[in-house]
């Protein structure tokens, strides 16, 4: 079965320092990959997604940049964090079909919560 | 485009009463429709999906949803409530869309349940 890890599940860091999170995901090849953000009080919001290696796509102009180093890795990251980057950080998968993917649910890691200081 | 609608955002039962959270959706092309749960600083978890099978669908821990394509709605019902079932909703759609859009997700604002005992 398909597995999806995220992490750290926590994380405080300072305004202006840098930022890495990973997720990678187990028991699929070639999945579509998602980074949301969930500000307290608010709904999703989709950063990033990806279809596959070296395919990346933006959602929303921001502070942040994401890559994906591996078939099942995606990171996210910024070189410089704000306070307004604080909020909680979702990855998730879909099976990458080879046509239309609307059917397909994603699923996702249990988060990072990541607090500015 | 694609929006969806959840008409409560706050929604309190007893346990062991039943349980009705309403979404209503608007799509372009003909959607896949889904359920999620979300426990505090957990990630989303799937409770069910319309792929347009039957329009009943059954789902986990005794959810079940109803599409109706004449009133564009998909609510959300549990027969009776648990207090284990007190946590945050979330609608999906997503549209017809090529592999390339990456299976973009439509989320609604959520419906917080609280369960009393």
């Known amino acids: 079965s398909q597995t999806i890890h995220q992490w750290p599940a926590t994380l405080v860091q300072p305004v202006g320092s840098p930022l890495s999170l990973e997720c990678t995901v187990e028991?699929?090849?070639?999945?579509?990959l998602y980074w949301y953000r969930q500000a307290a009080g608010r709904g999703l919001q989709l950063l990033f997604y990806s279809i596959g290696i070296d395919q990346i796509s933006s959602e929303v102009p921001q502070n942040l940049s994401a890559s994906r180093p591996q078939d099942r890795q995606f990171i996210l990251s910024s070189k410089k964090l704000l306070l307004s980057d604080s909020g909680f950080y979702l990855c998730?998968?879909?099976?990458?079909?080879?046509?239309?993917?609307?059917?397909?649910?994603?699923?996702f890691g249990d988060g990072t919560r990541l607090s500015i200081l | 485009a694609q929006s969806v609608t959840q008409l409560d955002s706050h929604v309190s039962v007893s346990e062991g009463t039943p349980v009705l959270l309403r979404c209503n959706y608007s799509?372009?092309?003909?959607?896949?429709l889904f359920w999620y749960v979300q426990h505090p600083n957990k990630g989303l978890q799937l409770l069910l999906k319309?792929?347009?099978?039957?329009?009943l669908v059954k789902g986990i821990n005794g959810f079940e949803a109803e599409f109706k394509k004449s009133e564009t709605s998909f609510h959300l019902t549990k027969p009776s409530a648990h207090m284990s079932d007190a946590a945050e909703y979330f609608c999906v759609v997503s549209d017809r869309a090529p592999r390339a859009a990456g299976n973009k997700l439509t989320f609604g604002g959520g419906t917080r349940v609280l369960v009393k005992p």
């Open positions: 998730a998968w879909s099976l990458g079909t080879g046509g239309f993917g609307r059917n397909q649910p994603q699923h």
């Open positions: 319309y792929t347009s099978a039957a329009t």
């Open positions: 028991g699929t090849s070639n999945p579509n």
């Open positions: 799509s372009s092309y003909s959607p896949s």
